[in-house]
C-alpha cells in the first residue's frame, strides 16, 4: 500500500532528544521518570504535563536554545526522508507534544509547513519568562493525536502512516492506516509490540520504503533514501554487512 500522508512524532523520533529534558535538566530525574512513566502508558499525559513544565519553567530564550538542539539533534536521514516523501507526493506533517516554537523550528529545518504542524503553544510574560501553556491543547492529555489527526483541516490524506515513539503515539493508530514504532532512539517494547511496522537502528530512511509500499520511487531525489531504507529493513548496514 502507497501512503498519502506521513505523520511524524517530534522527540526521540525526528529528533534523538526529549525537549521537555533538555528544558528541565535541573530536574532531570524527576521529569525523566514522569516521561518515561508517560511514554509507557503507565500513567495519563494530563498528569505529567503541568508538573513537567512547573518544575522546567522554560523562558522564551530556553526554547530558541531547544530550537537549536532539536535541529543539531535530527536523527539520520530525517531530512533526507521528508524530502524524499514530499518529492513522491507525500503530505508530511508532525504532531507533537512539544512546545510550539521549538517544534516548528524542527518544522522549518525540514521544509514543513507551518499548517501542517501541531504542537502545544506556549506562554511569555513581557520579558519572557515563562507564564504557562495552552491549558487547553489536546496534545497536552491522552489521547490528543489521535483527537488533532481526526480534526486536522485540511483532512489528513488517506492512507495515512504514523511515526512515533511512545504510548501516546500508539493511542492514534485509530486515526492512521498505520503505525510505525521508531525505535532507534528509544525503544519501548509495549508500544513495538503493538506497531504494524517497526524501524530498529537509528536511521529514518526505512519509512521510505514503507510509505511507498516497497514500490520504487518516481523521482530520483528519493531513490537513494529509498535504497538506504530498504537495506536497513533486511536487517543490512549501508556497505552490505548485517546489522
Do not use: N
Not at 508538573?51 to 538542539?69: E, F, H, I
Not at 509495549?190 to 511496522?197: E, G, I, P, T, Y
Not at 514500490?215 to 531504507?229: H, K
Amino acid at each position: 500500500m502507497r501512503f498519502r500522508c506521513v505523520i511524524f512524532d517530534c522527540d526521540s523520533t525526528l529528533c534523538a532528544i526529549e525537549g521537555i529534558q533538555v528544558l528541565g535538566a535541573a530536574h532531570h530525574d524527576e521529569i525523566a521518570r514522569l516521561t518515561e512513566s508517560a511514554m509507557h502508558g503507565r500513567i495519563p499525559l494530563e498528569d505529567v504535563y503541568a508538573r513537567r513544565l512547573a518544575l522546567a519553567r522554560p523562558a522564551r530564550r530556553d526554547l530558541d536554545a531547544l530550537a537549536d538542539r532539536y535541529i543539531s539533534a535530527l536523527v539520520p536521514d530525517a531530512r533526507d526522508v521528508v524530502s524524499a516523501l514530499v518529492a513522491e507526493g507525500i503530505d508530511v506533517r508532525i504532531v507533537s507534544g512539544g512546545l510550539g516554537p521549538a517544534v516548528l523550528a524542527v518544522a522549518r529545518a525540514l521544509g514543513v509547513a507551518e499548517g501542517r504542524v501541531s504542537a502545544v503553544g506556549v506562554h511569555f510574560d513581557g520579558d519572557g519568562a515563562y507564564a504557562g501553556f495552552d491549558e487547553q491543547s489536546p496534545l497536552a492529555r491522552s489521547g490528543g493525536k489521535r483527537a488533532v489527526i481526526e480534526g486536522w483541516t485540511p483532512a489528513v490524506a488517506r492512507p495515512a502512516m504514523l511515526v512515533g515513539d511512545g504510548a501516546t503515539d500508539l493511542e492514534a493508530r485509530p486515526a492512521v492506516d498505520a503505525f510505525v514504532a521508531y525505535a532507534g532512539v528509544v525503544r519501548r517494547k509495549d508500544v513495538v509490540d503493538r506497531a504494524d511496522f517497526v524501524i530498529d537502528g537509528p536511521s529514518l530512511a526505512a519509512v521510505v520504503p514503507l510509505a511507498l509500499g516497497g514500490a520504487p520511487p518516481r523521482s530520483a531525489l528519493a531513490r537513494a533514501v529509498f535504497d538506504r531504507g530498504v537495506a536497513l529493513l533486511a536487517g543490512r548496514s549501508l556497505d552490505g554487512s548485517p546489522t
